[in-house]
């Protein structure tokens, strides 16, 4: 049986991100331009077996962020079978948005 993802909520995201930790936007280019996260660095799901390792740190903890949480969930699945150090953001943008805390859209 798979162990479960690690996760933290949106809140804790928040927080971690403003004190420089890195959140990883797994979603595709035009949901991202629908609506973001601030310091967000957007790596597509579609493309990120090819880049992940040559644009994510491997030493840093990484959050990762989708629209609801399930692409994050596997993606970080993946990184954790690799060696690095991830956790899913619970809810993704979704339950960002929900809890108040602000986002980006591009017009």
Same mark, same amino acid.
């Given at each position: 049986? =798979?162990?479960?993802?690690?996760? $933290?909520?949106?809140? @804790? ?6 004190? &420089? +930790?890195?959140? $990883? =936007?797994?979603?595709?280019?035009? @949901?991202? =331009?629908?609506?973001? #996260? ?7 799901? /579609?493309?990120?077996? @090819? !880049? ?11 959050? $990762?962020?989708?629209?609801? &949480? /399930?692409?994050?969930? +596997?993606?970080? !699945? ?7 150090? %991830?956790?899913?953001?619970? &809810?993704? #943008?979704?339950?960002?948005?929900? %809890?108040?805390?602000?986002? +980006?859209? =591009?017009?």
């Amino acid at each position: 049986m =798979d162990r479960p993802v690690p996760e $933290i909520d949106v809140e @804790e995201a928040s927080r971690r991100l403003a004190e &420089g +930790e890195n959140l $990883i =936007d797994v979603r595709e280019p035009h @949901e991202h =331009d629908e609506a973001h #996260i601030a310091g967000a660095r957007l790596l597509p799901m /579609s493309e990120f077996l @090819e !880049r992940y390792q040559q644009e994510l740190p491997a030493g840093r903890e990484l959050m $990762i962020q989708c629209r609801s &949480g /399930s692409r994050s969930a +596997e993606v970080t !699945r993946v990184l954790l079978e690799r060696g690095y150090r %991830a956790v899913n953001v619970a &809810g993704g #943008i979704l339950a960002w948005e929900s %809890a108040g805390l602000p986002v +980006e859209r =591009d017009e």
